[in-house]
């Protein structure tokens, strides 16, 4: 199952992730063409933003790790985390169309 992750309440976050991957489930084709097209968006963007910010992006939207940890896993501040997430998500939205 594939859902969009929710960071703070009210603020959808633009990625879809796997619920369990431990179950097997066959994706609509709705989602599949979301997943597909939501990778195409990633694809195009990632080359946009140096690697320690991806990585924060990436840390905290999709493993879900708190701003803090990742600060100091990357040796940065929590700030610099809550920052880089969201210009990701800002560029990542914009590339989608869903600007709001």
């Known amino acids: ?37 939501l990778q ?8 946009l933003f140096r690697p320690q910010s991806w990585k924060a992006f990436w840390r905290t939207t999709v493993d879900g790790l708190s701003a803090p940890g990742v600060a100091r896993e990357r040796g940065i501040s929590p700030d610099a985390v809550r920052v880089a997430r ?3 998500l800002h560029r990542l939205r ?7």
């Not at 195409?40 to 080359?47: K, P, S, T």
């Open 94 to 100: 914009k590339e989608l169309g869903d600007e709001a």
């Open 1 to 37: 199952m594939w859902y969009w992750c929710r960071q703070h309440p009210g603020h959808r976050s633009a990625l879809l992730v796997e619920d369990d991957p431990a179950e097997p489930r066959e994706p609509s084709d709705e989602t599949t063409a979301e997943a597909r097209l």
């Open 86 to 88: 969201w210009r990701v």
């Open 40 to 47: 195409r968006a990633v694809d195009n963007i990632r080359e």
